[in-house]
């Protein structure tokens, strides 16, 4: 029998996920849909048949049709979720962040550590695109030798109105957190943002681009290029330097056309589309996981990492100077 999803969230990556569970994914469908919009949550559950819309996630939950919960919706709002989540023994997929910082992050964990098994996995979809994984597999065969410096790119079109110098960290180098933990398998230990002179291309309200570095608890130094150019494109790239080569992902990808003296191909135009393959299969393996009673993927602990190092990243940057990350001990549950 089809898995029940019940996705919290109509916004941009609820929508999106929607279609997905209907239209890519095998072995589920999506029985809920939850808005505070009630409009808006009952124009999402019309468009998908056998579907209830909701405006609270936990009356959703108690649904007889469903057993498993995707959060999509802001921030702020995903620790209650995920708490009433844990607390029906239901699994999720929450999309990144966890949640906003780390003292509610590691509330999360704890109420997870309580139940004595895992039950949330959490977005960060880079873990499943090829390239990604491709290089992890590379850095774990140790061919390379260990890895020592790890440079990122991380290049925007635009953003969102709302978004602010803290969100440059939170939403976006927030992925970074997640990529050199896995890849590298180390801890983040210390923080440190400087900005060149402010683009002129430069969104309102935004410094960009900003550098962001990260010292991680093996001795790796990890630096972040977080951009955002109207205009640009999407591109993510990361090099790792390790003691015998180098080896790089997010280059060009696609046709290269040579013609009238150039040669050149597209840039993605965000990152819907350049993840697009890594999100379905993301999508795909919880579901999978899910109907076979396991859960996988990146955990709460990789949630509140993220944000202890999210945390350390806001004030580096707001102080232009390094931050430590502080940590509470790795539980048993997560090693
Ligand atoms: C957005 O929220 C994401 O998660 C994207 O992956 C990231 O590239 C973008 O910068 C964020 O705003």
Redesign the pocket.
């Known amino acids: 029998e089809a898995l029940g999803v019940a996705v919290i969230g109509t916004g941009r990556m609820g929508t999106d996920h929607v279609r997905r569970i209907n239209d890519v994914v095998s072995g589920a469908r999506v029985t809920a849909v939850v808005d505070i919009d009630a409009g808006r949550a009952k124009e999402v559950a019309d468009g998908v048949s056998g579907c209830t819309p909701y405006t609270d996630p936990t009356a959703a939950m108690a649904a007889s049709d469903v057993g498993a919960v995707l959060i999509a919706s802001p921030g702020p709002a995903h620790e209650e979720a995920l708490l009433a989540a844990i607390d029906r023994n239901l699994p999720v997929l929450c999309e ?1 962040p966890l949640t906003p910082d780390a003292a509610s992050a590691l509330r999360v964990v704890r109420a997870e550590e309580k139940r004595g098994h895992r039950l949330v996995q959490v977005g960060f979809m880079r873990r499943y695109d090829t390239e990604y994984r491709e290089l992890k597999a590379l850095l774990d065969s140790g061919r390379l030798g260990r890895p020592l410096m790890l440079h990122n790119r ?1 290049r ?1 079109p635009g ?1 969102p109105p709302y978004f602010t110098n803290a969100h440059l960290i939170n ?2 180098v927030v ?1 970074e957190m997640d990529v050199t933990r896995w890849l590298l398998g180390q801890e983040i230990t210390a923080v440190t943002v400087m900005r060149p002179a402010r683009s002129g291309n430069a969104p309102d309200g935004l410094d960009v681009p900003q550098l962001v570095l990260f010292e991680t608890d093996g001795g790796a130094l990890v630096d972040v290029e977080i951009n955002v150019t109207p205009g640009f494109g999407y591109q ?1 790239q990361a090099e790792a330097v390790c003691e015998h080569g180098t080896a790089g992902v997010g280059d060009a990808r696609g046709m290269l056309v040579n013609t009238a003296g150039r040669w050149g191909g597209a840039i993605l135009p965000g ?1 819907v589309e350049r ?1 697009e393959e890594a999100f379905d299969r993301e999508v795909q393996d919880w579901v999978d996981a899910t109907r076979r009673g396991e859960v996988t993927g990146p955990s709460c602990w990789d949630g509140y990492a993220a944000a202890a190092v999210c945390e350390a990243g806001v004030l580096a940057q707001a102080g232009e100077r390094r931050v430590e990350v502080e940590l509470a001990d790795r539980p048993e549950l997560y090693r």
């Open positions: 990144k991380h925007n953003a939403d976006s992925h993510v990152f993840f």
